[in-house]
Each structure stands twice: as C-alpha cells, then as structure tokens.
C-alpha cells in the first residue's frame, strides 16, 4: 500500500478516536458500534482494504466467545443469580460498612468468570433498588461496583473483552492458564486490598437518607433451601455455567500441563452458551436481551483494526518503538514497567478495548508472539486495571454511569479519580510486581 493508503487510514483513525474520546467527555452522542461500524465502512469506500480483507480480519473466535457469555449472562439474570447474590453479600457484615468490603469482594470475583459489561449493566439497577430499599446512599454502592469489575475481571480471559482479545490474538498456547499462573493470586490479593479499602473509604458514607432509620438487610443462606428441582428444570443455567467454566478451566490447565487434549477456550464457551440458550424456555426474550451492540462494536473494530494493518499505520507506529521483544533481565522489567505506565494514559484516551485493538498488531510487529506471556500479562492488567483511574477507562465505567443517571443518580468524576487514582496505582504495581517475578 501506498502513501495514499497511509495517509487515509491514519487520518479515519484520527477522526474516530477523536470522536470516541468527545463522546466519552460529553456523554452524548451515537452509540459506540456506530462508529466504529461507521468508519470501517468508509475505509471500504476509500479502498483501504478490500471487501474479502475486511471479512478476513473479523475474529469469529471472539464474537462467539461474547455471543456465549451474553448468553449466559441474560440466563443468570433472569434466574434471579445477582438478586440473590446481593442479597447474601449485604448480610454477611456486623456493620453497614462491611457491606462494601463483602459487595467488593463478591462481584469481583464473579467479574472474572463473568464478562464485567454484563455485570455493570445488571448490577447498576439492582445496588440502586437496595440502596432504595435499605434508605441509604447509592453512590458508594456504584463506585464499589464500578471498581470491583474492573478489578476481578483482570484475572481471565472471560473477565472483559480486552483480556479476550489478548487470549485469542496473541498467539499464546494455553492463554487461560497463563491468565491463572500470572493473575489470579495477585487479582485476589488486589480484591481483598481493594475490598477493605473502599469499606474504609467510602463506608462512612452509608448513612440513612433524610435522617430515617437505616433497613438492616437480611441475612440469607447463601444456598437457598429446598426447590432446587423446579429451580434448576426452570433454569439450567444454573448447572451450565458453572460447569461450562469448570470445564474451561480444566481442559486449559490440563492442556498445558500435557494431561488433556487441547480445546480452543472460544469453543468451549460458546458450545456451552447456545446450549444454555437452547435449554432456557425464553429463547426469544433471552435473545432480544443479548447485547448485540457490543457484537456489532467488535465487528467494526476489527475491520478498522485490519485497514491500520494494510494501511501502514500499525507498521509505522512499531518502527518508532524500541524493540524490547528479545531483551531479558532488568531490560525486560524496565520496558514491562514503562510499557504499564504507557497503558495507564492511554486507556484514559482510548479506552480499553480500542487501546489493546490497536496494540497488539503493534506489539506483534516488535517481535512479541506466543512466548511473550509478560508482555501480554503487563498489557491486560494496566489496560484493565488503568479502568479504575477514571470515568473514560473503562466502558464498564460509563455503562454504570448512564445508568445511575437515567435513575437520577449522579457519580462525581472528582470523586471517582480521588478513590480510583490511588487504588489503580497500588493494584497495578502488585500486579506487575507478580508478573515480574515470574520472569
């Protein structure tokens, strides 16, 4: 491709980033698949990249991973899952401020196995309706949300669609089980750390609206007693899922270790989605509910992504990055550690999905490939964790943030970075200091 490709492909780049980032300040404007769907369609037009080359650079494995975890994510909701969940949190505590600690803890790990968008859209209403209920602020609710599912979800590949991307995209072998070798422990020491902090944070705040009494929430067993027959005949996601993750989990580590035949984690997935899907009696409803702008959002992406690739964006942008691919020791840890830093900015542009879309073509180009788990590692827990810096980090942010809205609840920007600055930077050095150690 020639100067003229360049130059096109480089300049819709310009153009939709800068629309992504307008939108993101102003919280208004056209849905985010519009413009990306948009702007792959105008470098068709431009004859950047042709028609079977757009069709060549979609990732099917990604979009029926999503595919089936939105399905499960519309069962779950719908069998009452994140109600109940809630519910069992709220009552472990002595105290209201416990509930933060609890609510922290709870959804981040359930964050990991769960894609985070789904669960920010899901548990917005629902920390809104027992915040109602139980006469107190919502705000410090959300904000423990808004952090937990970014936290949790850096753990694995089914926790945000970033940490997909890198799974699928990178060339890794096994990218489940590097995801647990590398993240998991320092992911849950970031929960509980994350966790007692927001309680003492943001726990003085719960206090009773108006000046009523506070409702002290009930405590409730965390397995509800007797039905489960008609519970799980009425909803077979409740066995599906946790045992199409345990499936996931086991082939992966078995696989890695030579036990186990290897089984693309996307297939896994998906297999267990549409089966959920088919199994649910609201096959209908459930499909209306999936979220098929993020799909169509994944589609645009990935076309804009392969023209920067034919154009020569992706090629320009990785001559003028030092090659660090092949440098080891201290070089490695100083370039991981420039490179977390890097990310950390750039996701408060980007954000995180079209950040890592954009690096790892560029990535790839430096050399980094199948046996370069620290580079990838350090780019799925700054881009994620980068998430908690402020409001425009993360889509899970937003999600939460027009939907406390449109409830007449409103989050502080100011008082979003006040807490998220400090907590991104103390999660983001544990987990790059347990990704270094591991070199």
Not at 243 to 255: D, K
């Amino acid at each position: 491709m020639g100067t003229q490709a360049l130059l096109e492909s480089a300049g819709v780049l310009v153009v939709l980033y800068a629309a992504v980032v307008a939108r993101q300040v102003s919280f208004r404007g056209p849905p985010l698949w519009t413009l990306f769907l948009g702007a792959g369609a105008l470098l068709l037009l431009l004859g950047v990249l042709s028609g079977s080359q757009a069709l060549g650079a979609i990732s099917l494995p990604v979009l029926a991973f999503l595919f089936g975890m939105f399905c499960f994510g519309v069962a779950l909701d719908d069998a009452g899952v994140l109600t109940h969940l809630a519910r069992y949190l709220s009552g472990r505590g002595r105290s209201r401020e416990d509930l933060l600690f609890y609510l922290f803890v709870g959804l981040g790990l359930l964050s990991a196995f769960l894609v985070n968008d789904a669960l920010a859209v899901l548990g917005t209403p629902l920390l809104i309706g027992l915040a109602r209920r139980w006469r107190i602020s919502a705000s410090p609710l959300l904000l423990t949300l808004a952090f937990a599912v970014t936290v949790g979800s850096a753990s694995t590949p089914m926790g945000n669609p970033q940490n997909l991307l890198i799974a699928l995209d990178s060339g890794m072998p096994h990218p489940l089980f590097v995801f647990l070798r590398y993240l998991w422990v320092p992911t849950l020491v970031n929960l509980f750390l994350g966790g007692w902090l927001v309680r003492r944070w943001l726990g003085p705040r719960l206090r009773p609206a108006n000046g009523s009494p506070a409702g002290v929430p009930q405590r409730i067993p965390f397995w509800p007693r007797g039905g489960w027959g008609s519970r799980l005949f009425a909803h077979p996601a409740l066995v599906l899922f946790p045992a199409t993750m345990a499936l996931a989990v086991v082939t992966s580590v078995g696989s890695a270790l030579g036990v186990l035949p290897s089984t693309p984690l996307d297939e896994i997935i998906f297999g267990g989605g549409v089966l959920t899907l088919l199994a649910e009696g609201r096959r209908g409803e459930h499909l209306r509910r999936i979220d098929w702008g993020t799909l169509l959002l994944f589609v645009g992406l990935f076309v804009v992504m392969g023209a920067m690739v034919q154009g020569g964006v992706v090629g320009l942008l990785a001559s003028h990055i030092p090659d660090t691919a092949a440098q080891g020791g201290q070089a490695t840890a100083i370039a991981l550690t420039v490179q977390s830093l890097f990310d950390l900015g750039a996701v408060q542009i980007f954000s995180n999905v079209p950040w890592v879309a954009l690096s790892l073509p560029i990535l790839q180009a430096e050399g980094y490939g199948a046996a370069s788990a620290t580079a990838w590692m350090t780019l799925a827990a700054a881009s994620t964790l980068g998430g908690n810096l402020t409001f425009l980090g993360a889509a899970s942010n937003l999600i939460i943030l027009n939907q406390a809205e449109r409830e007449g609840v409103r989050l502080s920007l100011r008082e979003f970075v006040k807490y998220g600055a400090p907590l991104t930077f103390l999660t983001v050095a544990i987990a790059l200091g347990a990704i270094l150690v591991g070199i």
